[in-house]
């Protein structure tokens, strides 16, 4: 079930990452689309469906890199699911679905050019934006996916771009009404204090330079396979908590990912065989669904890499051995 909704997360932070980059379609050549006789949505649609794809196919080799694993992030993710969906549910009273697709951007003849400035929109100018990124930010914290958190940081920079266009966009379409209402209701994150932009300023770039540091250790520690480790895998009920380093090498990893697909079919018997005296192997994989690595240790001559089998409560080590073709499976064993 937890990889399903790691790749479905993947997924949708995928389309949500393409947002600002198909409004970017539009707010440039306004003009241009609105002097179209037909519908421009004939062009940009399939053209939004295709970034989907360039995306999926750019972000697809790291779609199962895990920067953490923990059941309570589910918890954070679905407070942040409600937010979203409220903010969704609240922009779109007084305002009408036209105005939510963007038809009056593009379309010369609408009429449907009034400013609203009630309702959510007189506490935030642009809900919709921050209820999007209450759903990124969901999928993001509950997945625990690197590739998630990058499509996050991603959208959000280009829809700091958006929404500066956007804004010069509607100050020339309603001129100092627009003015003033910027002047008193921020872009995206709603006021709770009265200095909001210096409070917001220091998270950010706190933030900031929280995620380069990190991504400047894990580069430096390539070699490394973890970044933070705590606990050992030898005990039954004992945790190992550790953050998966995005730089490291995964040959071995690869390898061992395919030795747990083959362990799940009538090879197994025969490979078990080969590499350990516990017959309890085979049985344990055929009922267990799901496989996450939780620990490693490497040295210049062997690797270990020990994986949670959740379905059956046990764990998979799987030793390595340093050949002269490089490091080989070279032993099993399964802990209960």
Excluded at 35 to 52: E, G, T
Aim: proline content about 4%; aromatic content about 12%; overall charge positive.
């Amino acid at each position: 079930m937890r990889h399903w909704l790691q790749h479905f997360g993947w997924l949708v932070c995928v389309v949500y990452s393409t947002i600002p980059a198909f409004w970017l379609m539009i707010h440039p050549f306004a003009e241009r689309w609105r002097a179209r006789h037909r519908s421009p949505y004939i062009l940009l649609l399939p053209a939004w469906m295709a970034m989907w794809v360039v995306v999926a196919l750019v972000t697809r080799p790291w779609r199962d890199v895990l920067l953490y694993r923990a059941d309570w992030t589910w918890g954070v993710a679905v407070l942040l699911f409600v937010c979203g969906l409220y903010l969704y549910s609240q922009s779109g009273k007084n305002f009408s679905a036209k105005q939510l697709g963007g038809v009056p951007e593009v379309h010369g003849g609408n009429r449907d050019q009034q400013l609203v400035t009630d309702g959510i929109r007189a506490r935030v100018r642009h809900p919709v934006y921050l209820a999007h990124l209450c759903e990124m930010l969901a999928w993001s914290v509950g997945t625990g996916l690197a590739v998630c958190w990058g499509l996050t940081a991603f959208a959000v920079a280009m829809g700091a771009v958006m929404i500066r266009m956007e804004d010069a966009e509607l100050e020339k379409r309603f001129q100092e009404g627009f003015r003033s209402y910027r002047r008193t209701v921020p872009a995206v994150l709603p006021r709770i204090s009265r200095t909001p932009s210096f409070i917001i300023l220091v998270t950010i770039i706190a933030l900031v330079a929280l995620a380069s540091g990190f991504l400047v250790f894990a580069a430096a520690r390539k070699d490394q396979p973890m970044l933070f480790q705590y606990g050992t895998p030898e005990l039954n009920e004992g945790r190992a908590f550790a953050i998966m380093n995005p730089f490291r090498n995964q040959d071995s990893e690869h390898t061992a990912e395919r030795l747990i697909r083959d362990l799940r079919t009538f090879e197994c018997a025969r490979i078990v065989h080969s590499l350990s005296s516990e017959e309890q192997i085979c049985p344990a994989m055929s009922n267990n669904q799901d496989a996450y690595l939780m620990w490693r240790k490497d040295s210049d001559s062997a690797r270990m890499l020990v994986y949670d089998l959740p379905d059956v409560k046990s764990r998979l080590w799987v030793s390595f051995a340093r050949h002269e073709s490089g490091f080989e499976v070279d032993g099993l064993s399964i802990i209960r």
